[in-house]
């Protein structure tokens, strides 16, 4: 539970000492967000059809943001904010192929396993929980050695892979929350697919810097791997 604990402290310090970057980093999710809202209403006529679009967007998005999130918390401190930014992003530009990749292949990956069972596609999301930010953080290799690492790194122990389960879904599980503090607001005041956006964007920013630092914390440690 410390590990938890620590990892939520630096989360919420970070993010006060950048808010404004790591908005801007979910500035795709925000537009996908709007994006799905738009499309809602005609889920229930196409669903096949609608669902294979949104997923690997949204997948890409997720990615995007976790990388760039990572980035800036390797930047340089002293520089300007929107320095650290640009810079964060020319770097994700050069690795934009790989996420683009490894973000398509978690999307399949998810799918399959929605489609079987919701739990198997959460538990393919928990095994390749860091690959976005293995793509912009280690040198360039062949996409499955991103989710090879992954894995390796999850399963150091069963502790951790359980523990990366119930965080993986806890980011699932968030969202029911949100979409109803969402409809609460836009009863009381209108507006709702603005207040999706900024929820959204605030609570994904969160997400991203506590993946960031749950993923440096358990770099750290060297925990023996059991074989699965």
């Not at 596609?121 to 062949?142: D, H, K, M, N, R």
């Not at 699932?172 to 969402?182: G, N, T």
């Not at 914390?217 to 925990?223: A, F, P, R, T, V």
Request: proline letters at 5%.
């Amino acid at each position: 539970m410390s590990l938890i604990k620590n990892t939520v402290t630096q989360s919420f310090g970070f993010y006060r000492k950048k808010p404004f970057a790591i908005l801007a980093a979910q500035i795709p999710m925000g537009i996908l967000v709007i994006v799905q809202r738009v499309l809602e209403p005609h889920l229930e006529k196409h669903p096949i059809l609608i669902s294979s679009f949104l997923l690997p967007i949204f997948s890409l998005g997720t990615s995007w943001g976790t990388a760039l999130t990572f980035l800036l918390m390797g930047g340089d401190s002293q520089a300007p904010i929107k320095d650290q930014l640009l810079q964060a992003i020319a770097t994700l530009f050069k690795k934009f192929k790989a996420l683009f990749l490894t973000s398509l292949l978690t999307a399949i990956f998810f799918a399959l396993g929605l489609y079987a069972y919701l739990l198997p596609g959460i538990v393919f999301i928990a095994l390749y929980f860091f690959v976005p930010i293995l793509v912009v953080s280690e040198t360039e290799q062949p996409v499955s050695r991103y989710f090879y690492q992954s894995k390796q790194l999850v399963t150091k122990s069963y502790k951790l892979f359980f523990l990366t389960f119930a965080i993986t879904l806890f980011t699932f599980l968030i969202e029911v929350p949100i979409s109803y503090l969402v409809d609460l607001l836009s009863e009381k005041m209108g507006y709702a697919i603005l207040f999706d956006v900024a929820i959204s964007m605030f609570a994904t920013g969160l997400i991203d810097i506590f993946i960031c630092y749950y993923f440096l914390s358990l770099k750290s440690k060297g925990n023996p791997r059991p074989t699965f």
